[in-house]
């Protein structure tokens, strides 16, 4: 499945973006999917996750209670609300999908087997 993360941009310290990942031409997204990202010099970090069903989501520490992931079937988005932002979360946004059936959600990037292009996220102090 090919994806497509949109909806980065530039935004002050303190203010929100949402992030959506969509399946490409008209391919379910019914599967686990991941967020990331990834600062220069740094190494990809999960960031959230979300399960086919969306019943059980996963949220990394450092952005627990600022950012949160749902789906949108209508739609078909996977999509990440991100509040309360700080320039420490500046980096470039990829969604990811485990296509092969789960009902976990995996926290390294290893573990998904499809990726979208990224989004930049930058936040200004």
């Known amino acids: 499945v090919q994806l497509q993360a949109s909806g980065g941009g530039v935004v002050q310290a303190g203010g929100s973006l949402r992030l959506s990942c969509a399946a490409s031409?008209?391919?379910?997204?019914?599967?686990?999917v991941g967020w990331f990202r990834q600062a220069p010099g740094k190494e990809r970090e999960f960031v959230a996750g979300?399960?086919?069903?969306?019943?059980?989501?996963s949220v990394a520490n450092s952005v627990k209670g600022r950012f949160t992931i749902s789906r949108d079937n209508a739609k078909n988005t996977v999509n990440l609300q991100m509040d309360s932002l700080n320039p420490e979360d500046t980096a470039v946004y990829y969604c990811?999908?485990?296509?092969?059936?789960?009902?976990?959600?995996?926290?390294?990037?290893?573990?998904?087997?499809?990726w979208g292009q990224g989004t930049q996220v930058t936040v200004s102090s």
């Open positions: 031409g008209r391919t379910s997204l019914n599967y686990a």
């Open positions: 990811a999908a485990k296509t092969a059936f789960t009902t976990v959600i995996g926290r390294s990037p290893g573990w998904y087997n499809s």
């Open positions: 979300i399960t086919r069903s969306g019943d059980s989501t």
